[in-house]
């Protein structure tokens, strides 16, 4: 059971906007800083958004974040084929003293 | 940037396996080193920081007790031990770097998977 809730699965066809929400509470998403990743399976987590919003150098801008209270989310705005990968998003909790993950949420390119 | 973790492990039940992550391409006291586990079938679970400038750790409960990280300034290295080990510890080990009381960032290492079976 993870502490950050996100949906297992979201699908879209190419060009397509897709939405992954992430929600935590107070201790976490609602009091620090979100990321997400991309994880393709045999490969190291990619950061694609740290503090809540911003994009590391080379991730498209096609990847944005946003946060409002306890929630967060990940917009594609237009999928790509090379987007099919396992998505999570992390906070640091302040209760953990460490960070906490979502349970991932596999996007799939119809 | 970089950091590159020790290969694959196959350990017996109630082993211990000892995981490395070598560090080149910053200053090494100035973040911290984060260990995430994936096992098959999961998500991402977080394992435990360390600071590699004071020594200081915090574990997640769950591995309370079985795991311990060090690091070796020395080499600028990176270490995790996991005890007593069990078939559901069967998983890919990553080290990642952070800023202190922070999420890992860009940098993580590129896994070590452990086996455990008897």
């Known amino acids: 059971q993870s502490v950050l809730t996100q949906p297992p699965s979201v699908s879209g066809t190419p060009g397509q906007r897709v939405t992954i929400s992430c929600s935590g509470g107070?201790?976490?998403?609602?009091?620090?800083?979100v990321n997400w990743y991309q994880h393709i399976p045999g490969a190291a987590p990619k950061l694609l958004i740290y503090n809540d919003i911003q994009r590391p150098s080379g991730v498209p801008d096609r990847f944005s974040g946003s946060k409002s209270g306890t929630s967060a989310s990940l917009v594609i705005s237009a999928l790509h084929s090379g987007d099919e990968a396992e998505y999570y998003c992390a906070a640091w909790d302040d209760i953990l003293n460490g960070p906490v993950f979502g349970g991932g949420t596999k996007v799939t390119v119809l | 940037v970089q950091l590159v973790q020790s290969g694959a492990e196959v350990r017996k039940p109630g082993a211990s396996v000892k995981v490395s992550c070598k560090a080149s391409g910053y200053i090494f006291t100035g973040y911290y080193i984060q260990w995430v586990r994936q096992a098959p079938g999961q998500g991402l679970e977080w394992v435990g920081w360390?600071?590699?400038?004071?020594?200081?750790?915090n574990y997640a409960q769950k591995f309370q007790g079985r795991v311990t990280l060090t690091g070796d300034t020395s080499v600028t290295t990176a270490y995790m031990q996991l005890d007593n080990l069990k078939s559901d510890d069967t998983a890919i080990y990553y080290c990642a770097r952070g800023v202190p009381y922070s999420n890992p960032g860009g940098t993580w290492g590129q896994g070590t998977r452990v086996a455990v079976s008897s």
């Open positions: 107070s201790s976490n998403v609602g009091s620090e800083t």
């Open positions: 360390i600071n590699p400038n004071s020594g200081a750790t």
